[in-house]
């Protein structure tokens, strides 16, 4: 069974970090982008950053500076450092592939279950 499966969300205070993992497994081939979103309560989905297996990254305009996104091709990972946290970072983390080749050369999209991050005093 091929799956992202997330960890290291939880409760921390303003101005905290968390660290989010993200680890892919099953027949994989190889994973080209590798991201995490982000759905807050009543909002929608949003991107909050993304990197390709060559390394390049892309960040929403509120993660710009706080967050860093990396990932471990051998490892099928991807990691989402969070600093200065804010109580507008709590959110429901998703992590997201959108195009997975597997071991039978097909493509698929793969998504997380999520992981809560709640920021508050």
């Known amino acids: 069974q091929v799956r992202l499966v997330e960890s290291g969300g939880g409760l921390v205070q303003p101005g905290g970090s968390l660290r989010l993992s993200c680890a892919a497994s099953?027949?994989?081939?190889?994973?080209?982008?590798m991201g995490w979103y982000r759905q807050a309560p009543g909002k929608e989905r949003e991107l909050v950053a993304s990197?390709?297996?060559?390394?390049?990254?892309n960040y929403a305009d509120s993660a710009k500076g706080r967050f860093t996104i990396s990932r471990d091709n051998a490892k099928n990972t991807v990691y989402l450092q969070m600093n200065s946290l804010k109580p507008e970072d709590t959110a429901v983390y998703i992590c997201?592939?959108?195009?997975?080749?597997?071991?039978?050369?097909?493509?698929?999209?793969?998504w997380g279950q999520g992981t809560l991050v709640t920021v508050s005093s």
């Open positions: 990197i390709t297996s060559g390394g390049s990254t």
């Open positions: 997201n592939a959108p195009s997975v080749v597997l071991t039978t050369l097909r493509s698929r999209e793969l």
């Open positions: 099953g027949n994989i081939l190889s994973i080209n982008t």
